[in-house]
């Protein structure tokens, strides 16, 4: 059975900026603020955002990870001493300048990221090798002075998570930079069941401050890349100018290894932009805040039992449950949950109670099936899984239908006018040559893969001898 | 069996101000920054604060509220435009006044609490009776700039929770705010071990903005009083100058009635003042974030096998559990986890092990108990029931023995300068009587009372007919 239209949503092949921006709204995602370029983060998008926050400190727990807290302000004195960082951030923080009715001393930048506070930090708590590592992780919100700004994907203020972790061999280290990486691509794919791209960003592109920067990569529904997640290496290079030294095994003074990574409220972005239609959200199962939506069509006596019994046998299953026994009328019940992308409706009428049944409808697919009362909880639970696969299969088969092996800029340009995706191309590591490519549609590599495949020899953009193949794409 | 005292901790009865640094820094809960008044909130104090979370958050959502997020800065604009509210926060924010290079054109402060951004949320989101009441939550960092400050009790930057909640009439925002109040109120006493009083407190000392504030008064080891929760009720203080404003049920526009309630990371304060001793921490078991430790007396392969054991079987009783088989001496690890004010510890040695038994010690009290082998979960479990019940019997005591029934002023002053306490007395309802009693070392009238007692017939402080009995102390 096909789904109906929604009328309040932009078709998102129509125009999917304006596509993006209702769902937003219609969906209760988020709501501008007084203050320009900050939301409200509404119930239901938090409430998301709980159940990535959820999962995604699990696996942190389980690798040794412990959190804290960092105050939000950092003295301007601090955030100068790391230089390529100051660089990078101070265009772009907001600045405190009184305190009450006193101006401050020193001004204090509202934090764009920590590293400089858990600098400071380590170089108080750090004596012998015996300290390191440490894994510490904080949940906080951040804030960067953006000039233009857009719900989830780019705003002044924005919720996040951070961990910082400083170790005694470069090795340690970068195995940790990795390891956080792989733990963010596990989450993508089997929570959010996003398909990523990884690998390490060019010089240009990494963070400011870092040794080298992997990152993670998606494509969303219309052809633009997504900058999903960082993971950090940073070396010595904080370590040093903050002085953050430890006693080694040979009881000589050494700096530390550190780390950083990172992902945020973007991630609602994200499944908005993969996984949703012209209905509007449409949610993976292991993420969506209700799971099952249990609608009634005409409240008499026996669709209200039958509602409550399935509620009762669902629940004891474990999964996160929604009733609707108000007396709006089935279609809007049905068009509610559609936009709000919840992964399965069961749908309970008089007739279907009589029948010993219920229709069960996936969100997914639209597609409807009629299940007898003692088989609804296999039934479900099942779906839930064939869901949350069958999400992630259709965007890994969209993402691969957009990626696209390049040679020749005019192939390049003709593709990001008509199906942009991710370009694979081959590159002489110049950054005049990552210029160039930017002139078309503002492309940017998205990064270089651990294992480049050998496209051709020279570079696509100035002909030179090659040095790496780079995924390219258009970005959020 | 007598704990040993602490070397690293100064006693409690000798300065209890340098006692509860001397905690706060050898037990890592909270670290002094490079901002000055803010915090690093250390690890071990966070997962404090989590268990908190975890549990008051399940509270709240069991009564119908739920999270969201607000932006954390003000437009100064937003702010003023209720005048008592601006006039009580003003002069302790922090204002920001630069965006990068560039100045604002409104300055904006950084969030003390939220009450003018709800409001300015409900006034576009509301428009029918259909949509009350909103019971919305959240969970975020607070500045106030204050001019001293004291780990956890008092500091520029703070965690907290505030709810905000609005409503179609002024009883139904009267019982929530009365129901959030009870709320705490079994979170102190059933979790924390901490027993408070409740009731309202007076026009001088209720918050900026409110019709009325209740509040929950706990008395520390010193006998020091601490507002350890809010629940302010606005009626439509707020929903008027903000224009929240709804269509009731004749069709007619009416102003909604509205409340709000919150506490913050200053329990973790409460809970060192309270239960610490002069070994450390003394953690109720609820909130501990380890609730055993079992510590590995010399490591030989039967030890560690026992170790394994125990705590396998522990685990499976769902208890958060420590295990350290490191090579320190027994007596450093009994310093560490008294220090940390683990509730129990489970010592494993050679010859308790050759004898199928270990020895189990008791966080509060100190005594040790020798338990086989096959009777350690029952014991424990029953044991952490134990430690949690004597806690709050233990704090009941204390406050009984400190809580005083004055007529005159002298025998406040003489109690006060040599045993304070809660201060049972009576009050004419004159802000000058109150500001008299203020003389006595800054004491402040902590509330009145749901059900008061008859004391007297005068105002302890002029004579005359006195109106209420109000409960005083001097606090943190």
């Known amino acids: 059975m096909a789904i109906i239209k929604n009328e309040k949503i932009t078709s998102r092949d129509n125009d999917f900026a304006q596509w993006y921006t209702d769902i937003v709204k219609q969906a209760h995602l988020a709501h501008y603020s007084s203050v320009k370029g900050c939301l409200v983060i509404e119930p239901y998008a938090y409430a998301i955002w709980e159940n990535i926050q959820a999962v995604l400190d699990g696996m942190f727990k389980e690798t040794g990870h412990e959190n804290l807290y960092m105050p939000m ?23 405190v300048t009184y305190g ?203 669709v209200l039992g039958a509602v409550d019994k399935i509620a009762e046998t669902l629940k004891k299953a474990g999964l996160r449950l929604q009733c609707d026994v108000s007396d709006k009328s089935a279609g809007f019940k049905f068009a509610e949950y559609e936009m709000k992308g919840v992964p399965v409706r069961i749908e309970v009428g008089p007739r279907d109670v009589a029948n010993n049944q219920v229709v069960i409808a996936r969100r997914d697919t639209g597609t409807k099936e009629i299940v007898k009362f003692e088989d609804i909880e296999r039934h479900v639970l099942a779906l839930l899984d064939e869901i949350q696969a069958n999400m992630y299969e259709r965007a890994l088969k969209h993402t691969k239908e957009r990626t696209y092996t390049c040679t020749t800029l005019d192939e390049v340009k003709k593709i990001m006018e008509t199906k ?56 959020y």
């Not at 302000?73 to 600045?95: N, Q, R, T, Y």
């Open 73 to 95: 302000f950092i003295p301007e004195s601090l955030l100068k001493k790391e230089s390529e960082h100051v660089e990078g951030f101070a265009p772009e923080v907001a600045w």
């Open 420 to 475: 942009p995706g991710f370009i694979k191309a081959m590159w002489c590591g110049a950054p005049e040559c990552e210029a160039k490519m930017k002139e078309i549609r503002g492309m940017k590599s998205r990064c270089i893969p651990f294992e480049e495949e050998h496209i051709a020899d020279t570079c696509i953009v100035c002909g030179k001898k090659a040095k790496h193949m780079v995924y390219w794409g258009i970005q």
């Open 100 to 302: 009450g009715k006193t101006p401050l001393e020193e001004r204090l930048c509202v934090r764009p990221t920590s590293e400089t506070l858990f600098c400071d930090y380590y170089s108080t708590i750090i004596n012998s090798y015996r300290d390191l590592p440490k894994l510490y992780n904080q949940w906080c919100s951040v804030v960067r002075w953006e000039k233009s700004t857009r719900p989830f994907l780019r705003s002044r203020e924005f919720l996040w998570q951070e961990g910082h972790t400083i170790h005694e061999t470069a090795k340690e280290a970068e195995e940790e930079t990795l390891r956080m990486l792989n733990i963010y691509k596990k989450f993508f794919e089997e929570y959010l069941a996003i398909p990523v791209l990884v690998g390490k960003k060019t010089e240009k592109e990494k963070f400011a401050g870092a040794e080298y920067t992997l990152s993670l990569e998606a494509l969303m529904y219309d052809g633009v890349s997504l900058q999903s997640a960082t993971s950090h290496y940073f070396g010595q290079k904080f370590s040093k100018p903050f002085d953050v030294k430890f006693v080694d095994r040979n009881n000589q003074p050494q700096y530390v290894y550190q780390t950083s990574w990172g992902c945020s409220t973007r991630m609602i972005g994200a499944l908005i932009m993969v996984h949703g239609d012209d209905n509007g959200l449409v949610l993976p199962p292991k993420i969506a805040p209700k799971q099952v939506v249990i609608a009634s069509i005409r409240n008499d006596e026996n």
